[in-house]
């Protein structure tokens, strides 16, 4: 099976960075300090603490290598003046017969967050926008049935 590209903008990348920071530097050190307040405790074959700290830390150090692979592999995204919907691009759209205006910004999965405009690439909406230009009509098949909007403007 092969690979899936991962596609990040900078700001993505950032946040990223700032996670894996986070993690690396604080999270590692508090679960450290609640394992041994744990091992202080005595007998850690029946105590909860200890089971519950050993349990985050599996998941912190998992989410670090996570990161670490995502950053590694990441290709970076920016929109581009090619005048088409790419990826990192800003796309505003109007449903056909409607007269409200939609803004959104085509990125990869891991950044997709449509509650604040931003759609993944694989999304039927993403997937419909990709390659077109202003005033193409898209449809975008939705578990409601075909909408069709149309491109008013890129950025």
Request: hydrophobic share 35%; proline share 2%; net charge negative.
């Given at each position: 099976?092969?690979?899936?590209?991962?596609?990040?903008?900078?700001?993505?990348?950032?946040?990223?960075?700032?996670?894996?920071?986070?993690?690396?530097?604080?999270?590692?050190a508090?679960?450290?300090?609640?394992?041994?307040?744990?091992?202080?405790?005595?007998?850690i074959?029946?105590?909860?603490?200890?089971?519950?700290?050993?349990?985050?830390?599996?998941?912190?150090?998992?989410?670090?290598?996570?990161?670490?692979?995502?950053?590694?592999?990441?290709?970076?995204?920016?929109?581009?003046?090619?005048?088409?919907?790419?990826?990192?691009?800003?796309?505003?759209?109007?449903?056909?017969?409607?007269?409200?205006?939609?803004?959104?910004?085509?990125?990869?999965?891991?950044?997709?967050?449509?509650?604040?405009?931003?759609?993944?690439?694989?999304?039927?909406?993403?997937?419909?926008?990709?390659?077109?230009r202003?005033?193409?009509?898209?449809?975008?098949?939705?578990?409601?049935?075909?909408?069709?909007?149309?491109?008013?403007?890129?950025?």
């Open positions: 099976m092969a690979e899936e590209e991962i596609f990040l903008t900078l700001e993505g990348r950032r946040k990223l960075e700032e996670e894996l920071e986070y993690l690396r530097t604080v999270r590692r508090e679960v450290a300090e609640r394992i041994h307040a744990a091992k202080e405790e005595g007998d074959m029946e105590n909860a603490a200890y089971d519950y700290a050993k349990e985050e830390q599996a998941f912190v150090e998992g989410r670090i290598q996570a990161l670490e692979t995502t950053l590694r592999k990441a290709t970076i995204i920016e929109g581009s003046s090619t005048g088409e919907v790419n990826l990192g691009t800003r796309v505003t759209v109007m449903e056909l017969g409607g007269d409200t205006l939609e803004t959104y910004q085509i990125v990869g999965s891991i950044e997709a967050d449509p509650a604040n405009g931003r759609i993944s690439n694989e999304s039927p909406m993403g997937k419909a926008l990709l390659g077109h202003v005033g193409d009509e898209v449809a975008v098949s939705t578990p409601g049935g075909v909408l069709h909007f149309q491109i008013v403007s890129i950025e």
